[in-house]
Every structure is written in structure tokens, then in C-alpha cells.
């Protein structure tokens, strides 16, 4: 049992060629090879998950994980599963064609990882590991499986698809990991997995890793796991300076008024980039779409979308062509979005750790970043949940009033007028205004036209003041300092 988490332990660059083993990693007695990648990699110490799993691991035994993203999981299940396969040999490893290993995990992008990190930790073996996914083409997965790999990392649907189409063989399997266990099952892969897992020989080593051990987690690791260790890493409790980055705010909205305050804090604060949260599939959904309604450039990512078009609003968003992304916290998992200037919570998260590791995707590389959340009335004891988990008290914030909002409008409009005044290319329009300045003074055509561009009054839902929504009592406080803006 672990009682506090501990961030992998690197080194700032990589060890040197040739350079010895860390004493930590050789104490589990892994195959050298693995040692001196872990060497060449800057790994020095093992995370408690990892320290806890990987002897049981080695050992043949099954073990029943709980550990939250970060804790260096994916090296805890990896580096006992390449050993076993490295002990078996050459000949052995590629007899009957299908893989010795199946890694199933939630998503795309998971499985990408997890394959990368196999290959990184057994490159000096030889080991081939294939990562399999929807959204992909049969083609290029058909051949790889064809071929012969050692390590299949999939995604349970895609898993599945290959297993009835008998491009995947498990009959040689030996080992299984349930990798983020229970987002699987919270996007419905229940009966995938209990198929795939049917399909693998009954004296298989079954490994399952999940944040929370639930009571669906509990009844399939007692159908499938055999009198496992049980392993538990107590949630990181984040330290002052993993957010001293990013300024954290809240504001209170009852739902009915949620979309027009999201909508006003956007205009306020006019980020660079926008990631939003929201809990399902369909609210984001609906949420991209009542924003593109209202003129921002937005667009919604979940698990629901064909792979293309999530590969297209990615483009779309790192190009900067988005300026606002919607998604639900396992589409995000696994993705990289540098230069995040916003992150805001539409709803609060019901788990403390899933908003750290929301907030987290801001404030990078030295910048500073901003998280906001809105909350209903009703969600103030999530609120206080994360303020206690965190050590931190978030900043109340006030809506930004109509007032406002026109001004920041305003300052937009004249940083705009300024920065044309300071270009070329109105010239078109001196026949315009020449033959006005005979009639009228410059200074009133500029400000008729200056009339014309001003944006206040193009969101027509805007223009009405949010009522004001305070904590119930013994909760509610007084927002802290002045409006955005």
C-alpha cells in the first residue's frame, strides 16, 4: 500500500553511451538490456507504482492496480512484460504469428503512446510493438499484424474487429493489460473487453490499472484476474508551484444563464486559445454548436468522432484556426496542445485530480495561464472539494457586466482601427470619403463609420445584464478583486 505519489525521477539530459544502470531499476533484476535503456533514458528511481507492481509482475503474479494518470504506470506494466518476452527467445517470440502481448487502453492517442514507450524501453531487444485504433486504415494494421509483432496496444473496438476478422491471433498471448481501466468502461467497451479477454488462454498474467477501483472495475478483475496483488498510489496532491502558473478563477452562474456567461468571459478575456471541458459527448456537442451559432470559431472533440475528422480539428486547432476547442476529458487525454492560453471548466469536475489535470493544460513552457470554472449554486461542494484537495483558495470572480463588455469591445475595435491606420491597402475607399469631407468634418465620418464597425451590438443575446448567483449559505463569500477584462 502507498501512502503518497512521486513523479518519475530523471535526469535533466540523458545518460551518456555506455553509462551503468541505475541501481534502483537493476534491483528488480530486468533484463539488461532494459536496464541501459532506462540508463540512456535518465530514468534514476522507480514511482511508487512502480515500485509495488513490478516485482509481482515479474513474478508472474496478476495485479489489480489503482493509480491515477502520472504515476509512471506505463514503464510499471511495460518493463515486466518486455523482460518475460525477452527470456523466451527469438524463435520462441515469433512461433504462430500472433502477438505474446495485448495492451488494450481508451483511446487513439493512449495507444500511440504506450507503443512509443514499449519501443523506447525495448529497442535494444528487438521488440516489435504495434499500435492498433479506429480511425486508422485496415491496411497499413493488417500488414504490421502480418508481419509478426510481439506487443499489440489497441484500442478494445478496433481489438475486437481484428479478432473476429482473424487478423488478430491471441492464442499466444501471455500477457494482458487493462490500461486506464475504467475510462474503458465508461465509454462502453464492457463487452468488448470481456470478449477479448475470453479469446486469450485461461493461464494468461492479467494486469489491470485503473484511477478508481469501482464496483464494475471489482467484478471484472474478480471473473479474470487470479488472486491478484492488489497495488494502490494514493492520489498526488498537487504542490503549490504545479499551479502557481495559472490563475485560477470561479464564477458562480445558475445553468439556465451558463452559456451567455461562458460567451462573456470569452469576449472579456479574448484568449489566445480556448480549451473547454465539459462532461459528455452530447454537451459537447451542443456546446460547439451554440458556439459556432454565436460567431466563434469552435469546434467539439470526443471519442464519438470519426478519427479523420478528429485528426482535422486538431490541425485546425494548432494552426490557430480554431480559437476554441470543446472536449471531454478522455478526448484530451494523451493529446499534445502546446500554447493553451485558457482552460475553462463549463461544469465542475466531480473529482479533485480531474481538474489539475485539466488546468495543467495551461501555463506551460514558462507562460502564464488562466482556468476558469463555472459553478451552479448547487456544485459548492465540489468547489470546496477541489479548494481543500488543491491547498488552494480560487479567486470569485465577477461576471463581467453589459458595461463591460462594451468597453472591452471597444478597446478591440481601436486596436484594430490602429493597427490598419499603421498598414496600407484602404486606398479603395478615398473615393469615399474625399467627396464626404467637402460635406462633413473627418472626425465625424470617422466616427460614423467607426458606428458602423463597432461589434456591440452583433450578439443581440448578449445584450442584457446576468443576474447575479451567489453560494448557498454556510459556502458563500464575496468575490474577490474586480471584473475580467
Not at 507504482?49 to 513490478?54: D, N, R
Not at 492520489?235 to 502558473?245: L, S
Not at 472626425?443 to 458602423?452: G, H, M, N
Request: net charge negative; charged share 25%.
Amino acid at each position: 500500500m502507498i501512502e503518497e505519489e512521486a513523479e518519475a525521477t530523471t535526469t535533466d539530459q540523458p545518460a551518456p553511451a555506455g553509462a551503468a544502470p541505475v541501481e534502483g531499476f537493476a534491483a528488480f533484476g530486468l533484463h539488461p538490456a532494459l536496464l541501459e535503456a532506462l540508463a540512456q533514458l535518465g530514468y534514476e528511481e522507480p514511482t511508487p507504482v512502480q515500485h509495488e507492481a513490478i516485482p509481482p509482475l515479474l513474478e508472474g503474479r496478476d495485479v489489480l492496480a489503482e493509480a491515477p494518470t502520472g504515476t509512471g504506470k506505463t514503464a510499471a506494466f511495460a518493463l515486466p512484460t518486455l523482460h518475460r518476452i525477452a527470456a523466451r527467445g527469438n524463435a520462441e517470440r515469433r512461433r504462430g504469428g500472433g502477438p505474446q502481448a495485448l495492451i488494450l487502453v481508451p483511446t487513439r492517442e493512449l495507444a500511440m503512446q504506450v507503443a512509443q514507450a514499449v519501443h523506447r524501453y525495448g529497442r535494444d531487444l528487438g521488440t516489435q510493438a504495434l499500435p492498433i485504433f479506429g480511425g486508422q486504415a485496415y491496411g497499413q494494421q493488417l500488414r504490421g499484424l502480418e508481419r509478426g509483432v510481439d506487443v499489440v496496444v489497441a484500442t478494445p473496438g478496433r481489438a475486437l474487429d481484428h479478432l473476429q476478422r482473424g487478423s488478430l491471433v491471441l492464442a499466444g498471448v501471455h500477457t494482458v493489460i487493462l490500461d486506464e481501466a475504467d475510462e474503458m468502461l465508461d465509454m462502453g467497451f464492457a463487452e468488448d473487453l470481456e470478449a477479448l479477454l475470453g479469446a486469450t488462454p485461461a493461464e494468461r498474467q492479467t494486469a489491470l490499472f485503473s484511477a478508481t477501483i469501482s464496483p464494475a472495475i471489482a467484478r471484472i478483475a474478480g471473473r479474470h484476474l487470479r488472486k491478484p496483488v492488489r497495488v494502490t498510489v494514493a492520489h498526488k496532491r498537487p504542490k503549490g508551484e504545479d499551479v502557481a502558473k495559472v490563475r485560477q478563477v470561479a464564477y458562480v452562474v445558475a445553468r439556465a444563464h451558463k452559456l451567455g456567461a461562458l460567451c462573456r468571459l470569452l469576449d472579456v478575456e479574448a484568449p489566445a486559445s480556448a480549451l473547454i471541458f465539459a462532461r459528455t459527448r452530447t454537451e459537447v456537442d451542443q456546446l460547439g454548436e451554440a458556439l459556432g451559432g454565436r460567431g466563434y470559431r469552435a469546434s467539439p472533440l470526443h471519442g464519438g468522432m470519426a478519427q479523420e475528422q478528429r485528426d482535422r480539428v486538431m490541425n485546425r486547432f494548432r494552426s490557430g484556426d480554431l480559437e476554441v476547442l470543446v472536449a471531454t476529458d478522455v478526448a484530451a487525454r494523451g493529446l499534445d496542445i502546446p500554447q493553451v492560453s485558457h482552460v475553462i471548466n463549463y461544469d465542475v469536475p466531480s473529482a479533485p485530480e480531474a481538474y489539475v489535470h485539466r488546468i495543467g493544460r495551461t501555463g506551460r513552457a514558462g507562460r502564464e495561464g488562466v482556468a476558469i470554472t463555472l459553478v451552479e449554486p448547487r456544485e459548492h461542494r465540489l468547489l470546496r472539494n477541489i479548494e481543500a484537495f488543491t491547498r488552494t483558495r480560487l479567486e470569485l470572480g465577477r461576471l463581467p457586466t453589459l458595461a463591460d463588455l462594451r468597453e472591452r469591445r471597444l478597446e478591440v475595435l481601436q486596436a484594430t482601427l490602429r493597427e490598419t491606420l499603421l498598414g496600407d491597402g484602404f486606398d479603395r475607399y478615398r473615393g469615399v470619403i474625399e467627396p464626404l469631407s467637402e460635406e462633413f468634418d473627418l472626425v465625424d465620418i470617422a466616427l460614423a463609420a467607426v458606428s458602423l464597425a463597432d461589434p456591440a451590438g452583433t450578439r443581440a443575446e448578449d445584450e442584457v445584464e446576468l443576474p447575479t448567483a451567489t453560494l448557498p449559505q454556510p459556502f458563500a463569500r464575496r468575490p474577490d478583486g474586480p471584473r475580467p477584462g
